[in-house]
């Protein structure tokens, strides 16, 4: 019986929104028909968004202004009418009388719908109970909104059309805009932090013929003219690196990267990074600068340090924790990499630990393991997790006092990883066995390896300065500020499996 209820109230539904449909079509070619084709206009003059009249009502009241946006919600009371309009910064009332645009205006107001874009001149003022409003004295309809927006009390809430339609989200939500907002923010505040540290922003090729710089899959397509095969590119690394060799010394990026890998919470096939490189810093250098960017966006967007992410407080103030991957290994699952000699010793221990793993992994391998698989979910506040395997960061220095380590960090809040950063390798030697170990697991399957990069040995060759890399994940850094779930709630356009 339920479902023959739902199905009779989703048959009037599509019937009331087929009415809906046709009577705004007709009223829009009855505007036509009349000369007033809104599609017909090309400008209008906007002196005033709603919060510059609110915000400034002591100057503002008595003034002639001109606003444009969406309609909201619309009150017909006979010979005087209220409406709310949105714009990009919030929404303002509109008083519209018969007496002041007269009679044949509004008379097409009063046919507006909700979700009409509009151009309103008139005074400010402010009602008998105390609402800024605006006393119309001209009103003209700039577009036509054929499709009514969602109910005022219900809203845009299936989550998968939200994604799918964040146009109409961004009208109906406004924590989306705020959402976004604060993400522009954040990154105009990165741009800021480093333009002033004297580093040059700079861009590089998104299509390459060889996909390096990470540990990832690509995405394959194919240029007709040279007849070749090319990858979107999973990191902006090598290019940078390139750019230091030829003496800029302190270059920055910030752009989209894009790995053909599975999509979750945390993931999406394409996001956003910065990654920046100092000639003469190391990987301490990097650690000092992620602390800051983090800290210095959180003071001029948030205006403080403290965030609550998905109910836990997380305190961004500077001084944040560091920690050797042995250390953090052994805190948290008592096995100590400090004391084990080799990958027999090492196979051995994480079985007695209770970890399963699979083939004969080497001890840095399965240092690396046991990190990931017990470690990172304890890591809530700001953690710099340093050294680690040689075996996992083919593109990092060796510690001077333990070759089987890099000068590598990454950085942790919330309990996944934010940053990931380098004291550069530069041995051009050393890079190429490297790659020709990455190259060999390619071979036998590893589609996420890296393959061998001859023109970046070449430049390496060249000579690269001491040098100290950083690499940030825009997107997972505002869903901490804006306390968000997903990857999907701060990327306007999410990738999508295309809808039935």
């Known amino acids: 019986m339920a479902g023959e209820v739902n199905s009779l109230n989703s048959s009037e539904e599509q019937e009331n929104l087929t009415e809906i449909l046709r009577v705004r079509r007709e009223k829009l070619a009855e505007l036509q028909q009349e000369g007033h084709d ?27 202004v001109s606003l444009a946006g969406r309609i909201m919600s619309k009150r017909d009371m006979g010979k005087a009418s209220f409406c709310d309009i949105l714009d990009k910064k919030g929404r303002i009332q509109l008083y519209v009388r018969i007496d002041e645009v007269g009679e044949e205006s509004y008379a097409r107001f009063r046919k507006f719908d909700i979700g009409d874009i509009v151009g309103a001149a008139g005074t400010v003022f402010k009602t008998k109970r ?122 920055y990026e910030i752009g989209r990267i894009f790995r053909n890998e599975g999509m979750s919470v945390k993931h999406n096939p394409e996001f956003t990074t910065i990654e920046l490189y100092e000639a003469y810093a190391d990987y301490h250098d990097m650690m000092d600068i992620t602390e800051g960017i983090i800290t210095n966006a959180a003071e001029k967007v948030l205006g403080g340090c403290k965030v609550v992410y998905q109910g836990e407080e997380i305190d961004l103030s500077p001084g944040w924790a560091r920690m050797t991957m042995t250390e953090a290994v052994k805190k948290y699952t008592g096995v100590d990499f400090s004391e084990i000699p080799d990958d027999a010793a090492a196979q051995k221990a994480v079985r007695a630990a209770g970890v399963e793993f699979e083939g004969c992994p080497s001890r840095g391998d399965l240092l690396s393991f046991m990190f990931e698989e017990k470690v990172e979910e304890k890591l809530l506040q700001p953690t710099f997790i340093t050294d680690y395997p040689v075996e996992v960061s083919p593109l990092a220095k060796r510690k001077k006092d333990d070759k089987r380590l890099t000068e590598r960090f990454e950085l942790f809040i919330a309990r996944r990883e934010l940053a990931n950063a380098f004291s550069e390798l530069n041995d051009p030697i050393d890079q190429k066995e490297r790659f020709m170990r990455q190259a060999q697991l390619r071979a036998s399957g590893d589609e996420e390896a890296n393959m061998m990069d001859d023109d970046y040995i070449n430049a390496l060759e060249y000579g690269l300065s001491p040098t100290g890399g950083m690499g940030m994940g825009i997107d997972r850094l505002v869903m901490l500020f804006t306390d968000s779930a997903s990857i999907r709630d701060v990327l306007l356009f999410p990738t999508m499996k295309p809808s039935d």
């Open 38 to 64: 809104p599609f017909e206009i090309t400008k209008y003059i906007v002196t005033h968004h709603t919060t510059d009249v609110k915000d400034n009502f002591e100057t503002t009241e008595g003034k002639l």
């Open 130 to 251: 105390g609402e800024i409003s605006i006393h119309v004295t001209e009103i003209t309809l700039l577009s036509k909104s054929l499709k009514p927006l969602p109910e005022k009390f219900h809203g845009l809430k299936d989550q998968d059309l939200r994604y799918r339609q964040r146009y109409v989200d961004l009208i109906v939500n406004p924590e989306v805009r705020r959402t976004f907002e604060i993400r522009s923010a954040v990154i105009k505040s990165i741009r800021s932090y480093l333009d002033d540290r004297g580093y040059m922003e700079v861009e590089t090729p998104v299509l390459n013929t060889i996909p390096g710089g990470a540990t990832a899959r690509p995405f394959i397509t194919h240029h007709n003219t040279l007849d070749i095969d090319m990858y979107l590119r999973i990191a902006t690394e090598l290019h940078l690196k390139r750019l230091i060799v030829g003496g800029l010394e302190r270059v």
